[in-house]
Each structure stands twice: as structure tokens, then as C-alpha cells.
T-cell receptor, first 112, second 115 residues
Framework: AQSVTQLGSHVSVSEGALVLLRCNYSSSVPPYLFWYVQYPNQGLQLLLKYTTGATLVKGINGFEAEFKKSETSFHLTKPSAHMSDAAEYFCAVTSNTGKLIFGQGTTLQVKP | DGGITQSPKYLFRKEGQNVTLSCEQNLNHDAMYWYRQDPGQGLRLIYYSQIVNDFQKGDIAEGYSVSREKKESFPLTVTSAQKNPTAFYLC??????????????FGPGTRLTVT
């Protein structure tokens, strides 16, 4: 069985500070990992994904994530937060059956 | 532009009534999914369909029904048997092959309120 745990349901950072959103996964098969962003009352938008190959993946809006198999982690980072980054972020894992399993989400607050 | 549409954006119903949520995609994707989102619980899979005229139950299918008569459409019916229907419902689709085979594309969602 696969699962995803996002550490911290709310994260608050100052504008310009580093953003770090944590995600740990459990998977019995090589995982495909995703980060999605959701703005209020909207659908989910894919930020980035890891399937195979390079373990450091870059996404949209300056975000990146590193797949660490030994730590079963896929943490999301951005060097400098913008006010527009305030949203809810979801980490997800899937096998090659295509079903996505989501974490509970982390709400990012950016303070001026 | 290709994409996924869900209508309506907001839906209000009285308890005991069935209600159908629309999901249409023009991305030519084979697979389609319905998720339910509640605060603090992430997204949970209700039903999914990998091909026309076939669908499978997800993790929380009780009180819901779907159909997949056309590739473009995957409507979800919330029946009166669903005990807590008030939620945000998201539809997604995924291609069967190609470089984006593992990416699900999401619609804008329908917020259902049942009183």
C-alpha cells in the first residue's frame, strides 16, 4: 500500500524567506511523486513531478523538489517566497496504475 | 484551448435529493477521476474510469454513482444515500500514453452544499 504524509498542516514564512514544505511517502514499488498547488476555490495545478532520472526536479514558479529514496522524502522548496505563493500544497504518490494518493495538504501563508 | 470543465461552480440542494455534477474534457484523455475534498483531509478518490463504458470504485464510493458513456464526459451523481455530501468535488483526467501519462489534469471544482 502507498501513503503520503505531509508534515505540518500550516506553514508561515515571511516574504523573501525560504519555503520548505515536507513530504514523506511510503511505497512498495518505485514511486512517481507529485506536488500540486491549489488556490482558494480552484482546482489543482501541477507544480512538478518525479518519475525517473534526475532526483532534483524543477517546476513552475521557481519551486523545486528532491527525491531522496533513502529518506523516503520529496520535500518542496523555493529560495524566496512571494505573496502570490500563498496557497494549499499537496504532495501525491502514484504507481503505474495511475491512481493518485494525496497527503492532507499544507497551507502556506506568506507574511509581508 | 483544451481543458476540463465542471459545472456548476456552486450547487445547493436540499437533503434527500439526488444531484448530478458535470465533468467534461476535450483533452482526448482516456482516464477520468472524481475526488472529494474536505478541509484537512486532502483529496479522496470516489470513482475512476480508464475507458468508455467502464469504471471502478475508489476509496469512498458509497452514496455515489457515475457513468462513462462518452470519452469526454464523466458525470457524478451524489445520491441521498451519501451521509455527508457537502464538500468540494474535483474531476481530473489523464492521458493513456505519452510523456505526460502519469499527470492528472484537474477541473476547477464544484462546491456542493446540502442543507
Amino acid at each position: 500500500a502507498q501513503s503520503v504524509t505531509q508534515l505540518g498542516s500550516h506553514v508561515s514564512v515571511s516574504e523573501g524567506a525560504l519555503v520548505l514544505l515536507r513530504c514523506n511517502y511510503s511505497s512498495s514499488v518505485p514511486p512517481y511523486l507529485f506536488w500540486y498547488v491549489q488556490y482558494p476555490n480552484q482546482g489543482l495545478q501541477l507544480l512538478l513531478k518525479y518519475t525517473t532520472g534526475a532526483t532534483l526536479v524543477k517546476g513552475i514558479n521557481g519551486f523545486e523538489a528532491e527525491f531522496k529514496k533513502s529518506e523516503t522524502s520529496f520535500h518542496l522548496t523555493k529560495p524566496s517566497a512571494h505573496m502570490s505563493d500563498a496557497a494549499e500544497y499537496f504532495c501525491a504518490v502514484t504507481s503505474n496504475t495511475g491512481k493518485l494518493i494525496f497527503g492532507q495538504g499544507t497551507t502556506l501563508q506568506v507574511k509581508p | 484551448d483544451g481543458g476540463i470543465t465542471q459545472s456548476p461552480k456552486y450547487l445547493f440542494r436540499k437533503e434527500g435529493q439526488n444531484v448530478t455534477l458535470s465533468c467534461e474534457q476535450n483533452l482526448n484523455h482516456d482516464a477520468m477521476y472524481w475526488y472529494r475534498q474536505d478541509p484537512g483531509q486532502g483529496l479522496r478518490l470516489i470513482y475512476y474510469s480508464q475507458i468508455v463504458n467502464d469504471f471502478q470504485k475508489g476509496d469512498i464510493a458509497e452514496g455515489y454513482s457515475v457513468s462513462r458513456e462518452k470519452k469526454e464526459s464523466f458525470p457524478l451523481t451524489v445520491t441521498s444515500a451519501q451521509k455527508n455530501p457537502t464538500a468540494f468535488y474535483l474531476c481530473a483526467s489523464k492521458p493513456a500514453g505519452g510523456p505526460r501519462v502519469n499527470e492528472q489534469y484537474f477541473g476547477p471544482g464544484t462546491r456542493l452544499t446540502v442543507t
